[in-house]
């Protein structure tokens, strides 16, 4: 159980185009879901929270505009990165934490993560 | 807000011998503590977690130990084997979040030499 999916696993595109990944909660509902960014030989950085319903809260520094997130269901979350450059290619990683209350309250789920490579 | 700090960067031991990371936090309120394993291009991989209430948890070779008072909380690897070999990180909740939120260590990369 637990299972946390993203979609795709890697892409390419070209600088000035959108991207959107998909995270999705397989088997457990998730009302808060988290988009973190990883460059390479670094740590998960914190890029912005989810909230199923409502809008999404930003960490310092991170543009809501260029990184549109949408949490409309309870077991999808989407992060689009608008106007992608160079600059913007890392390693996104998803995570969910699963709110029924379980034993496993408070630990998150990643996702596989999706390797953006912005030409 | 919350800073966790971990060492080494960067950790070489033999096949067989024990390794230890070591973390420290800011917030003396912060109540969970898990450990991660990352291997290159894939996601990260709980391990072993603490909650603040325990002092220290063992899952076969691994150890987690956490001292409150100073504020700092170990990884223990006995008898290291080469598929250990990974990125470590540890992360802590910390109170300015809810207690939901991750803040995560640098990492330590290990590396276990047959």
């Known amino acids: 159980g637990a299972v946390v999916s993203q979609h795709p696993s890697w892409v390419i595109c070209k600088s000035g185009t959108s991207v959107k990944i998909e995270c999705r909660s397989l088997?457990?509902?998730?009302?808060?879901m988290f988009w973190y960014r990883q460059f390479p030989k670094q740590s998960l950085m914190l890029m912005a929270t989810?909230?199923?319903?409502?809008?999404?809260?930003?960490e310092q520094g991170v543009e809501k505009d260029k990184f549109l997130i949408n949490h409309a269901s309870l077991t999808l979350s989407t992060l689009t990165v608008t106007s992608a450059h160079p600059e913007d290619s890392s390693f996104y990683i998803c995570?969910?934490?699963?709110?029924?209350?379980?034993?496993?309250?408070?630990?998150?789920?990643f996702g596989p993560g999706t390797r953006l490579t912005v030409l | 807000g919350e800073n966790v700090e971990q060492h080494p960067s960067t950790l070489s031991v033999q096949e067989g011998d024990s390794a230890v990371i070591k973390c420290t936090y800011s917030?003396?309120?912060?109540?969970?503590f898990p450990w991660y394993k990352q291997e290159l291009g894939k996601r990260p991989q709980l391990i072993i977690d603490?909650?603040?209430?325990?002092g220290e948890k063992k899952d076969q070779r691994i150890a987690v130990t956490l001292n409150k008072t100073a504020k700092h909380f170990s990884l223990h690897i006995t008898e290291t084997q080469p598929e250990d070999s990974a990125v470590y990180f540890c992360?802590?909740?910390?109170?300015?979040?809810?207690?939901?939120?991750?803040?995560f260590g640098t990492g330590t990369r290990l590396l276990v030499s047959p």
């Open positions: 995570s969910a934490r699963d709110t029924s209350g379980r034993p496993s309250y408070n630990e998150q789920f």
């Open positions: 088997d457990f509902q998730a009302t808060t």
């Open positions: 989810s909230n199923e319903g409502s809008k999404a809260t930003y």
């Open positions: 917030d003396s309120a912060s109540n969970y």
């Open positions: 603490i909650r603040s209430n325990v």
């Open positions: 992360a802590a909740t910390p109170r300015n979040t809810g207690f939901q939120k991750l803040v």
